[in-house]
């Protein structure tokens, strides 16, 4: 069994979940609020020592067609740099239509619009390690 953190990367926040290989489910954990690159990392610097993950997986914005958009670059940069901190595998995960389904899944369980906000974004990274686990071969990174 291995703990994986999923990464739902934007410019304002930083959505994180956590998942296990072994029951293949991942959880939402947490909002990084912190823009600052120093804040952002020393932010996922304490859940990686806190959760000991084994691998890294951060979601890769595309368009509907497949096609890079200006944030698909700006995830890769951010999946290398976790890479090059922390010493551990990244995997990068297609994230389309991620963010949607974590909103129709807030909006069952959460009438507040405010407390949906709050949770969208680790709720989108939970989809993106789903994925990723229900993929089946974590021994691929991409």
């Known amino acids: 069994m291995s703990t994986l953190l999923g990464f739902d990367f934007g410019l304002a926040r930083i959505g994180v979940a956590t998942g296990e ?3 293949r489910l991942a959880q939402p954990l947490a909002v990084i609020h912190a823009e600052a690159n120093a804040e952002r990392f020393g932010e996922i610097a304490k859940l990686i020592e806190e959760w000991c993950p084994t691998r890294l997986v ?16 700006r995830c890769q940069r951010f ?3 976790l ?11 297609d994230e389309r239509l991620t963010s949607a389904e974590a909103e129709e899944l807030l909006r ?9 906000k709050r949770h969208l974004d680790a709720v989108a990274a939970q989809r993106i390690l789903q994925n990723f686990l229900d993929m089946g071969d974590q021994d691929d990174t991409a």
Do not use: H, I, K, Y
């Open 21 to 23: 290989t072994e029951t």
């Open 58 to 73: 951060v979601g890769l914005p595309c368009a509907l067609d497949g096609t890079p958009t200006e944030m698909t670059a």
């Open 79 to 81: 999946a290398n740099q």
């Open 83 to 93: 890479n090059g901190r922390f010493s551990l595998p990244v995997a990068l995960v």
């Open 108 to 116: 069952q369980s959460l009438r507040d619009w405010r407390s949906r």
